[in-house]
Each structure stands twice: as structure tokens, then as C-alpha cells.
């Protein structure tokens, strides 16, 4: 089983990317977590190109398109989630019947350098997942105070957060088994 990671901080030392890791770390060995890393390439949604939307956004569909599962981490960019994660997310949505989003099991996890660890990034972006036809995930982890959340090996320092980072990816993949035999059995 893969999932694929997507990251919204285009950063270097990015803690929504530490926070992919840290959840990748929970899986067990037939399941792996890949982070996509290219997020920074994909070109401002231009309707006129969504037939021919170029080597980017085709190199996102398909990976997301072979994943069993996406989790996604955003930090929070003045109440929101940041643009270029949007922007990426409107590309994938079109054509309609190319989305591979659409009934793909999604979810959400942020972190933020402020206390409240992106929550209104998270459920702005939990909503239009949904809206864009994802089987989104009702729990979210928010990780606040980011820069001093991990540790030297690069897990969450606080033992709830933590483990809620791994019941959170249980159930991930357990969403992305029973929807696979679902769709096995149509
Ligand atoms: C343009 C901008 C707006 C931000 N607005 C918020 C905000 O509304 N709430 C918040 O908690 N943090 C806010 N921050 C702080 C980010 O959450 C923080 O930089 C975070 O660590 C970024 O995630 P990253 O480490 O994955 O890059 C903002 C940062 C930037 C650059």
C-alpha cells in the first residue's frame, strides 16, 4: 500500500514536511508514506490549460492517481491554508472526470509556529477536499509551537500528539483497504 504525502510549505527545513516523516515512521513495513517534493513546480491554474496542463500537474496526478491514500500537512498562511497547496488542488479537481481525488481516501494534519497548530487551515482544507470529491478523514492533528515539536530523531515530543499521529495513520489505512475492496467488488 503507498501513500503519498503533500506537504502546502514549499520550505527547506518545512515542519509540515517533519510531520509526513513522523507519520510515515508510524506505518508498518508493507505500507509506505512518499513525499512528493514538487510542489513548487506546479504553474498557476489557467482553465484555458486544463486539458494540457503540462509535466507538473501531469507528474501530481499520477501520483497521487497510484496512491492508495494521501495525507496531507499544511501549515496555517493568515487563517488559511496556503495558496499554492489551493492551487495545486483546483489543477487535480479538472477535468472532472480525470480527478483522481474523487473517492480517494484523504487526510489532514498541520502544523503551525503559533499555539493553535493551523486548525482553521485544516478544516478549510478538509472542506475542499470534500468539495473536490475526496473521502476526507474527521480527524485532524494540529501541532502548534512547530519549530520545538520534534525530536532529534523526529518524532513528536508530546506523547499524545504522537500518538495520535499513529491512530490517525490506522485509520488512514484502514479507510484505504476497505475502500481498495470496495471498488474491487463493483
Ligand atoms: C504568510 C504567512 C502567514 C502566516 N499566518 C499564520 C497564521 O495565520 N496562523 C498561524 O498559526 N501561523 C501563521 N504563520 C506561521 C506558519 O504557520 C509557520 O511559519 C509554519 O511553521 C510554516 O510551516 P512550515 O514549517 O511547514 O513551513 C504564517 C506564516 C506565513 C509565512
Redesign the pocket.
Known sequence: MLILGI?G?L?RE????RLLLAAGAKLRPETRLRVYTRLGAIPPFDEDRERRPGPAVLGLRSDIARADAVLVST?????SFPGQLKNALDWISRPLDENPLQRLPVAVVG????I?G?VWAQADLRRVLAAIGAVVLDDELPVGH?DAAFDARGDLRDPEADQALAALMTTLVATARASATTAATC
Open positions: 506537504s510549505s520550505r518545512s515542519s509540515n514536511r501549515p496555517e498562511y493568515n487563517g502544523a503551525s509556529s503559533g493553535f493551523a512547530a
